[in-house]
T-cell receptor, first 113, second 115 residues
Framework: EPEVTQTPSHQVTQMGQEVILRCVPI?????FYWYRQILGQKVEFLVS????????KSEIFDDQFSVERPDGSNFTLKIRSTKLEDSAMYFCASHRDTNEKLFFGSGTQLSVL | AQSVSQHNHHVILSEAASLELGCNYS??????LFWYVQYPGQHLQLLLK??????LVKGIKGFEAEFIKSKFSFNLRKPSVQWSDTAEYFC?????????????FGTGTKLQVIP
């Protein structure tokens, strides 16, 4: 089965630093998402992206967050100035058509110290 | 806004026991319903989904779920669990339409199957 690839698997950063989490969605997919899961809590929607723009974002996705699909294959999540509470597992997901299942990546564990 | 409640946070079963994990959702309109599984160290995978039609949905690995609209429930079942079913299970819901799937997840149920 095709896979969504995320790198790195684990990222450690200092509070206030910028981080970029990278995702390579499945090649013919059109809809892209970021979710996160803080340890012990539920998986939360962050943002959806379609046709080179944000479709919807949650209240978590504030001005410190941005997404980009710079080259038609990568889909990145940038956090400009990380906070301790940004420590979480970040999942990228994608799908091709409406009502098709989401394919999730294996996640990037972000640790903010 | 949608919300999802999973009543059991941690379930421990012996192999061959039957499983039922509860899920209730809150949303006023038509919904799509999902169960995802996350095995230790792995990514989220779709077990099964309900969009419309037969409310009894069969998924992978012998799992099934029943949508009961009057109870706003979508419970996951398996007649006989195996040690390899040890994982965390997430119920999820989204409102159809819009061409994208903003999925609201429940808090998850950790299932531990003892050999």
């Amino acid at each position: 089965e095709p896979e969504v690839t995320q790198t790195p698997s684990h990222q450690v950063t200092q509070m206030g630093q910028e981080v970029i989490l990278r995702c390579v969605p499945i090649s013919n997919h059109l809809y892209f998402y970021w979710y996160r899961q803080i340890l012990g809590q539920k998986v939360e929607f962050l943002v959806s992206f379609y046709n080179n723009e944000i479709s919807e974002k949650s209240e978590i996705f504030d001005d410190q967050f941005s997404v980009e699909r710079p080259d038609g294959s990568n889909f990145t999540l940038k956090i400009r100035s990380t906070k301790l509470e940004d420590s979480a597992m970040y999942f990228c997901a994608s799908h091709r058509d409406t009502n098709e299942k989401l394919f999730f990546g294996s996640g990037t564990q972000l640790s903010v110290l | 806004a949608q919300s999802v409640s999973q009543h059991n946070h941690h379930v421990i079963l012996s192999e061959a026991a039957s499983l039922e994990l509860g899920c209730n959702y809150s949303y006023g309109g038509t919904v799509n319903l999902f169960w995802y599984v996350q095995y230790p160290g792995q990514h989220l995978q779709l077990l099964l989904k309900y969009f419309s039609g037969d409310p009894l949905v069969k998924g992978i690995k012998g799992f099934e779920a029943e949508f009961i609209k009057s109870k706003f429930s979508f419970n996951l079942r398996k007649p006989s669990v195996q040690w390899s079913d040890t994982a965390e299970y997430f119920c999820a819901v989204n409102a159809p339409g819009g061409g994208y799937q903003k999925v609201t997840f429940g808090t998850g149920t950790k299932l531990q199957v003892i050999p």
